[in-house]
């Protein structure tokens, strides 16, 4: 699930690339789990990964492939 920055808060961000994406991935769920927060459920990264940019990786791949075809 992707979350809405809200102004006057203080962010840091990682690219899920990195080597430690899934270490900082399990600490952020495990906290939000614990304040009820986490509405994805005791999923894997990668289910995550799946859930949260499946359907933007799909459309970002379309919208280019169609691009160099001239098709966009």
Do not use: H
Request: hydrophobic share 30%; aromatic share 14%; with cysteine.
């Amino acid at each position: 699930m992707l979350k809405e920055m809200k102004p006057c808060r203080e962010y840091f961000i990682i690219n899920i690339d990195e080597p430690y994406a899934e270490e900082i991935y399990e600490v952020l769920k495990r906290g939000q789990m614990e304040k009820g927060e986490w509405p994805e459920g005791d999923i894997s990264f990668k289910e995550w990964q799946e859930e949260t940019f499946g359907q933007m990786r799909y459309e970002s791949m379309r919208r280019s492939t169609n691009y160099r075809s001239g098709m966009d």
